[in-house]
């Protein structure tokens, strides 16, 4: 069964667009760790936030926020205002309690096209 | 200071070579992970040791994969008798795996291409 879903292959939006990137996970344990990662044109993985299953607050680091709902399995990424550079493959990704946290699960990524 | 650094960054090879891939991690991570990408994927766990023990090789496709880790430090995978199937981007990740930091940090990846 698929743990991590990201339901949206591609995304393409227009600069100073708001754009919303979706995950659902599914896991059995009751904690766990949510990550967002980008990649970049350039291939290398940047981490971009981690969420313990115990803070369901909502982060704002600059333009970009993260829902999290555990009422829905949720942890979607929006990044407001895009920019050109927020062309990337972004990933979200679950590591469980079960495995000591040790692997991490990802979804199968979504590509934001950012256009001028 | 110092971010995860993969050797050699391209690597292209004959069906049936072996090859070796190696990754240094940051410095004081106890934790190195090793994943691969296939063209347009997600990533795929493949292995992962806490300091030079592998507690969790499930994702290892076959037994013509396997890595070792010396030192607590650098890390080699190493893939006998290579496979087109094979020919993907090997990420290698660590972690401080201290004081609930759980993120991994990755480096750049080798690109492998049998042909």
């Known amino acids: 069964a698929q743990k991590v879903t990201q339901a949206q292959t591609e995304i393409s939006v227009v600069e100073k667009e708001d754009v919303t990137l979706d995950c659902v996970y599914e896991?059995?344990?009751?904690?766990?760790?949510l990550f967002w990662y980008k990649q970049p044109p350039s291939g290398e993985l940047v981490f971009l936030i981690r969420?313990?299953?115990?803070?369901?607050q909502n982060e704002i680091s600059g333009r970009y926020s993260w829902n999290f709902q555990k009422s829905t399995s949720s942890f979607n990424f929006t990044i407001t205002a895009s920019q050109v550079v927020d062309s990337a493959v972004y990933f979200c990704?679950?590591?469980?309690?079960?495995?000591?946290?040790?692997?991490?699960?990802f979804g199968t990524g979504t590509r934001l096209l950012v256009s001028p | 200071g110092a971010g995860v650094s993969q050797s050699p960054s391209n690597k292209v090879t004959e069906k049936g070579k072996d090859v070796e891939l190696r990754c240094d991690p940051i410095?004081?991570?106890?934790?190195l992970y090793w994943y691969r990408q296939r063209l347009g994927q997600g990533l795929e766990f493949l292995i992962y040791?806490?300091?030079?023990?592998?507690?969790?090789k499930s994702g290892l496709p076959s037994d013509r994969f396997s890595a070792e880790r010396t030192g607590e430090s650098v890390s080699t995978l190493t893939i006998q008798r290579t496979q087109q199937e094979d020919s993907a981007v090997y990420l290698c990740?660590?972690?401080?795996?201290?004081?609930?930091?759980?993120?991994?940090?990755f480096g750049p990846g080798t690109r492998l291409t049998v042909t």
């Open positions: 990704a679950l590591s469980e309690e079960g495995t000591g946290f040790q692997k991490l699960v």
């Open positions: 990740a660590s972690s401080l795996n201290r004081d609930h930091s759980y993120e991994q940090y």
């Open positions: 410095s004081g991570h106890t934790a």
């Open positions: 896991t059995r344990d009751t904690t766990y760790y």
């Open positions: 040791f806490q300091g030079n023990s592998a507690p969790d």
């Open positions: 969420r313990n299953s115990f803070d369901e």
